[in-house]
């Protein structure tokens, strides 16, 4: 199944997500990994297709816009509060939801 979403991926133009150079890239650490002591002479291969995958997509490709970290960690409460900041205190509907239930005391008649 994965490898069905993949092809179909693939032939689509890949996603637009993820950099173009990522295999290359992978490929080039992968093989400089393997040969750690002799890598500039057998990683050649490797280092030239990623140096020509990064001229070829350095202008065409832009990373997808994300999240600023700051909104994250605001989310998260990670900020001290002082004096001047302090979090909006949330409402009990946004903590959770809950049940009342009642119980009587005696007999019942």
């Known amino acids: 199944r994965m490898v069905a979403k993949d092809s179909r991926r693939q032939a689509r ?3 637009p997500k993820v950099n173009p150079c990522k295999s290359t890239h992978k490929a080039m650490i992968l093989s400089m990994r393997r040969n ?3 890598f500039q002479k057998d990683s050649r291969v490797e280092v030239f297709n990623y140096r020509q995958a990064l ?3 350095s202008t065409t490709w ?3 816009k994300s999240v600023p970290a700051r909104q994250l960690l605001e ?3 990670l900020f001290m509060e002082t004096k001047q900041f302090k979090y909006p205190a949330t409402k009990l509907e946004d903590r959770g939801a809950g049940a009342e239930m009642q119980f009587y005391s005696g007999r019942r008649s």
């Open 13 to 15: 133009g890949g996603d």
């Open 36 to 38: 750690p002591m002799t």
């Open 75 to 77: 989310h998260w409460r």
């Open 62 to 64: 832009e990373s997808p």
């Open 55 to 57: 001229a070829k997509n």
